[in-house]
């Protein structure tokens, strides 16, 4: 067998692999990344957020690249959805005065963004091998200390490194070498029905490129412009309604079409693209998961191979981009001996938990303000109708952690907290058209954007960014450059 030595090896070349490969070769170290496929190839997962863009972006130094792709514009989100019966908008600037530089996103094909990444990496020195399947990780001594592939032409391999980064996505072959369980959430037991279409209805401007986010009766639609013709459209819908998805896909996409009113008229003059990477009607199911824990000693996971929450407020890049970064910072951190391996990944740990915590409270509170009382998916996501091991499970998913509240330690304060964001969110929606600010001050948004605002601070600035405040009593912050943790 074939034997290599690197300082870091990561199994996968989406977002969060290329992101935490790049920010380890920045400080450099010698980095060997592993991609299955050959890019570049057909993802889902399209719509991104502000901290990915001006954040995340900045630190690898693509931002302009990305700027310069052409894709879609997006200034927010566009929902119809609670109990306000007309469609209303939550845009990423406070207020239409305040549209600064940082304050939108993009829809982008994810074949064309992730090969930017990919490149990247290349570019920053990363040793990119496309078309290699990890098959193990190699361990000693309780350590994780390697990986075993094989090329295209089956010729094994057997890399070592101080650390190994699963990025490899749902799919992972070898997140169990870290958390032998998925624990799935009780909330978003939903499965994703989608495809592509050419020719479809547009929002006015300026939301054109906002994603449109639609409920129905049996669940909801997404809506993603990603260029000025093409468009994807799923829809979702709980997991034990699988009959519906059953048989024909492209008779079961047209049933919910035309089940959903909003959805129905912005399609009416387009066609189905049926050729393609964009050709085919995919499912997606149980899909809503986090694993326990996220590392050991040399190995550490990010991306979906970690977590994953709901598509509704495109937070799945998000995540994964924001995991890779937190990786990165402990993996340079032990490497360059500044910071201890318990340490540097118990913050990852912690701040990754919490991040997806946040994002799954807030989308929680967001499902159960949906105002289709009556319909079986709805009913579902009613936090108030859950039961005390649901609400129990919940805690569990997130390690009590969501917010940093003592409340949401236990099943009744998680109901109670999960009602009360889903209350001020729906209050917001009416308040858009007097108050822009509405949403962004509800609690729930206000703890989901935080973080990310902190990572394009950060990005941008520097150590101009003023003195960071560790997020735990007893935690670490971020290094001027953003690559690696310090104590306060």
Sequence with gaps: MNSESYDVIVIGGGPAGSTVATLTAKKGHRVLLLEKDKFPRYQIGESLLPATVHGIANLLGVADRLGEAGFMRKNGGTFRWGANPEPWTFAFAVSPRLAGPTSHAYQVERMKFDQIL??????????????????DVVEAGGRVTGVRYA??????YEASAAYVVDASGNLSRTYRSVSPQRHYSPYFQNLALFGYFEGGKRLPAPNQGNILCAAFDEGWFWYIPLTDQLTSVGAVVRRDSADRVQGDPEAALRNLIDDCPLIKE?????????????????????????????????????????????????????????????????????????????????????????EYGVFHEFLA???????????????????TGQNASNIEAFVEL??????????????HGTTEAIAAGAGALSAATYELGTRPSALHSSGVVAAAMSEGARIQSHALLGGDAGTESPLFDDGLIATDDSLGWTRP
Aim: glycine share 8%.
């Design 266 to 354: 912005y399609l009416a003059d387009a066609r189905r693209v049926t050729e393609g990477p964009y050709g085919e009607i995919r499912v997606r199911k149980d899909y809503s998961y986090c694993n326990a824990p996220f590392w050991r000693s040399g190995m550490a996971l990010i991306g979906d191979a970690a977590c994953f929450v709901d598509p509704v407020f495109s937070s799945g890049v998000h995540l994964a981009t924001y995991g890779a970064l937190l990786a990165a910072r402990s993996i340079n951190s032990c490497l360059d001996g500044t910071v201890d391996e318990t340490a540097a990944f118990t913050e990852f740990e912690r701040r990754y938990r919490r």
């Design 365 to 383: 509170s967001f499902y159960s303000m949906q105002a289709y009382e009556d319909s079986y998916f709805w009913q579902a996501k009613k936090v």
């Design 151 to 156: 090329d295209a032409d089956g010729t094994a």
């Design 398 to 411: 997130v390690a009590g952690t969501s917010s940093g509240e003592e409340a949401l330690a236990t099943a």
């Design 118 to 135: 990919l490149d990247n990496a290349r570019k920053n020195g990363v040793k990119v091998q496309e078309l290699c399947t990890v098959t």
